[in-house]
């Protein structure tokens, strides 16, 4: 049974940092890509972050670029999104997705963690 496990979340302020974990077990963590996606209250989900299997491509959406940071740890089946900067409209209940495909991963990954929420106070 695949699991992705998601920590890291929590309560910051604005400028503040929170680095995310999603572990990942039941798959073989190499081959697969992996990302981020938020959703806040009455808004749609969307992609945040997506690392490639191998880690050669990443995508960041314009609103995080030079804030978050994605990576990986092969050793620890582990995919990390680092947040810089945080900012109000950075709240949202944030997931962790994983699919063979980087672009599958991107609009429509096989499976999904349970989330994490993050709340940036202003």
């Known amino acids: 049974e695949v699991q992705l496990v998601e920590s890291g979340g929590g309560l910051a302020q604005t400028g503040g940092s929170l680095t995310l974990s999603c572990t990942a077990s039941?798959?073989?963590?190499?081959?697969?890509?992996i990302g981020w996606f938020r959703q806040a209250p009455g808004k749609e989900r969307e992609a945040v972050s997506i690392i490639s299997s191998s880690a050669d491509n990443r995508y960041y959406r314009d609103s995080v670029k030079g804030r978050f940071t994605i990576s990986r740890d092969s050793a620890k089946d582990t995919v990390y999104l680092r947040m810089n900067s945080l900012k109000p409209e950075d709240t949202a209940v944030y997931y962790c997705?994983?699919?063979?495909?980087?672009?599958?991963?991107?609009?429509?990954?096989?499976?999904w963690g349970q989330g994490t929420q993050v709340t940036v106070s202003s």
């Open positions: 997705a994983a699919d063979t495909s980087y672009v599958a991963t991107m609009v429509g990954p096989k499976y």
């Open positions: 039941g798959l073989t963590f190499d081959q697969y890509a």
